[in-house]
Nanobody, 123 residues
Framework: QVRMRESGGGLVQAGGSLRLSCAASEGTVSNYAVGWFRQAPGSDRKFVAAVNQSGGYTNYADAVKGRFTISRDNAKNTVYLHMNTLKPDDTAVYYC????????????????WGQGTQVTVSS
């Protein structure tokens, strides 16, 4: 079992950058694949990016390819989402989640979810 906590959200201007962190307050994050998802008001939660246990494989949604980078630092028990060239459409609550499946796009592949962190991008 692992307990996940997101942080690093905030308000940024379009074109800016932001780094989100997902730390395991309990358990060891290196034991799990980790995914990032986001949910805008009135919309379904959608896949953003994922990384496998070793960090050697990543997967990205088409909407963020080339702009977002997922990485992990197992020494700090943390997974990151580096977001560059942010757009107003990126505005959402961002969630991280841990699972034991290969890092896929389905919510059902992840068992342990954080509470989310708000990202707002102004035009």
């Amino acid at each position: 079992q692992v307990r996940m906590r997101e942080s690093g959200g905030g308000l940024v201007q379009a074109g800016g950058s932001l780094r989100l962190s997902c730390a395991a307050s309990e358990g060891t994050v290196s034991n799990y694949a980790v995914g990032w998802f986001r949910q805008a008001p009135g919309s379904d939660r959608k896949f953003v990016a994922a990384v496998n246990q070793s960090g050697g494989y990543t997967n990205y949604a088409d909407a963020v390819k080339g702009r977002f980078t997922i990485s992990r630092d197992n020494a700090k028990n943390t997974v990151y989402l580096h977001m560059n060239t942010l757009k107003p459409d990126d505005t959402a609550v961002y969630y991280c989640a841990a699972g034991t499946h290969p890092p896929g796009v389905r919510l059902s592949e992840y068992r342990y979810w954080g509470q989310g962190t708000q990202v707002t991008v102004s035009s």
